[in-house]
């Protein structure tokens, strides 16, 4: 078998450090029209770019994320590298929206079709809901932000031309209590969000019309650019990275770990393989995930190979093999295809 080396591997890069559980690459993850209309991803799958829209005073455009959102307790820091290109845009106009709406059913109609409440911003103790208008990062959500080129903290007072990470803490989020509080997007632990940008039925009514839930829910950005900073006629907005961590020190790190890494989507231990791992490989039929921080799996696969960077045979199995630390290339084979992805174990 030939040697191995990083640059010659078309592969994705498992990290196991505890303060980087799930990033997102944004091939495959960002998107327009509600969601429907994927944005075009640079050639090493590491930004996605978005061009905005003239408008009333300000150039626009809004972005979604295209896939299911595993949102945890533990790391409720949400982070976000951009950079612009024939703009600047002021992170005191930049908003955030994170959308999560329910209605409850309420029995039937005079034809027998179920009556859903018609307040879907009603809070109700076992579905909670979270408000569903644009907030701005600086001053509605209290977010920390910082620059990569610099040391200053910037706090929106500025027209923004290079490089920065937002830091947005979750548990800023508010709910639809009537006192609007904060903290309520984990009230019942962490949150499985669905990317629906219309209400679908996630729990059936009874045959009484009763015990029925719908939800439609989404987390994207609102990008923004006054007019008098636009020097081009097509000027964008790119996403390098997003993901989320434990602590907000945390958010350069990751960033310049992805920076420096092959790209694409790196996985959260325990998550489901269909919720965490779409995308991430070459090669469609054979996902490949690490399980734990330590085992790798790849779900019905026929043989699952760990090898040093050096080309030596570490170990093999069928579909799962638990690994020490250390630095593997991992190669898995079912029904003829193949994925090779390079893991780091620690």
């Not at 706090?155 to 548990?171: A, F, H, K, P, R």
């Not at 097509?234 to 993901?243: D, V």
């Not at 325990?270 to 490989?281: F, K, L, M, N």
């Not at 960077?309 to 630095?327: P, T």
């Amino acid at each position: 078998m030939n040697k191995f080396t990083f640059a010659a591997i078309a592969a994705i890069a498992f990290v196991g450090t505890a303060g980087a559980q799930v990033r997102w690459n944004p091939a495959n993850s960002w998107a327009t029209d509600n969601g429907k209309t994927m944005l075009p991803v640079s050639e090493d799958g590491k930004c996605a770019v978005n061009k905005l829209a003239k408008g009333n005073g300000q150039w626009r455009n809004d972005i979604r994320y295209a896939a299911t959102a595993n949102l945890t307790e533990e790391e409720h820091f949400l982070v976000v590298q951009t950079t612009t290109d024939g703009c600047a845009w002021n992170l005191n106009d930049f908003k955030f929206e994170y959308m999560l709406q329910r209605k409850l059913s309420e029995g039937l109609n005079e034809d027998g079709s179920v009556k859903w409440g018609g307040n879907t911003d009603s809070f109700h103790e076992s579905y909670p809901s979270f408000r569903g208008d644009k907030l701005k990062v600086v001053d509605q959500y209290g977010a920390e932000l910082f620059q990569l080129l610099g040391s200053r903290v910037n706090d929106g007072t500025d027209d923004v031309y290079s490089e920065d990470v937002i830091v947005i803490d979750l548990n800023k989020v508010q709910g639809t209590d009537e006192d609007k509080s904060e903290g309520l997007l984990f009230s019942a632990g962490d949150v499985y969000m669905p990317n629906f940008n219309g209400f679908e039925t996630i729990v059936e009514p009874d045959a009484s019309g009763l015990g029925g839930v719908q939800q439609r829910s989404w987390m994207g950005f609102v990008c923004i650019a006054k007019d008098a900073t636009v020097t081009s006629d097509e000027p964008t907005f790119t996403i390098h990275y997003t993901g989320t961590v434990a602590d907000s020190s945390d958010a350069l790190m990751v960033c310049e770990e992805y920076a420096n890494g092959e790209g694409g989507q790196e996985v959260r231990d325990g998550d489901e393989e269909e919720s965490s791992v779409a995308g991430i490989t070459a090669e469609e039929n054979v996902k490949v995930y690490l399980k734990n921080g330590r085992t790798a799996v790849a779900p019905g696969a026929d043989s699952i190979e760990a090898y040093s960077v050096d080309g030596k045979l570490m170990g093999k199995g069928v579909d799962s093999l638990e690994l020490a630390n250390g630095i593997y290339v991992i190669k898995a084979e079912k029904n003829g295809a193949v994925s090779t992805v390079k893991a780091i174990v620690r």
